[in-house]
């Protein structure tokens, strides 16, 4: 089943952003030719300065979870938290089929 994974990253102000973008950059292109990759975009939020959010489409959980721990996007990763001063938020979301039933039985993932 395929899955929603959501990044979140605040950039503090135009200089920083100009040593991000081009990292961001190129972790994207890296990872539109990875296996189950599907879609990808990148949100600005209107009403929060410097708040950027990234939506991509993965076939499984698991080619993510592939791209996530791979050497390649893990050293562009640290690159990009160094340069924000924090670490980039991650998410992953499933669709739901025929209505909203709460799983509480499933642990928060660290990633």
């Known amino acids: 089943m395929a899955v929603e994974v959501i990044i979140r990253r605040t950039f503090k102000d135009a200089a920083q952003a100009a040593e991000l973008v081009p990292l961001i950059v190129q972790l994207r292109s890296l990872a539109t030719v990875q296996k189950g990759y599907m879609t990808g975009q990148t949100l600005r939020c209107i009403d929060c300065p410097g708040e950027y959010l990234v939506i991509s489409t993965w076939h499984t959980a698991e080619d993510w979870n592939a791209w ?9 990763q640290r690159q990009i938290d160094n340069v924000l001063g924090e670490e980039t938020e991650y998410r992953i979301y499933e669709p739901l089929v025929g209505g909203i039933i709460p799983d509480f039985s499933v642990g928060a993932r660290s990633e």
């Open 68 to 76: 996530f721990n791979s050497d390649t996007r893990r050293k562009l």
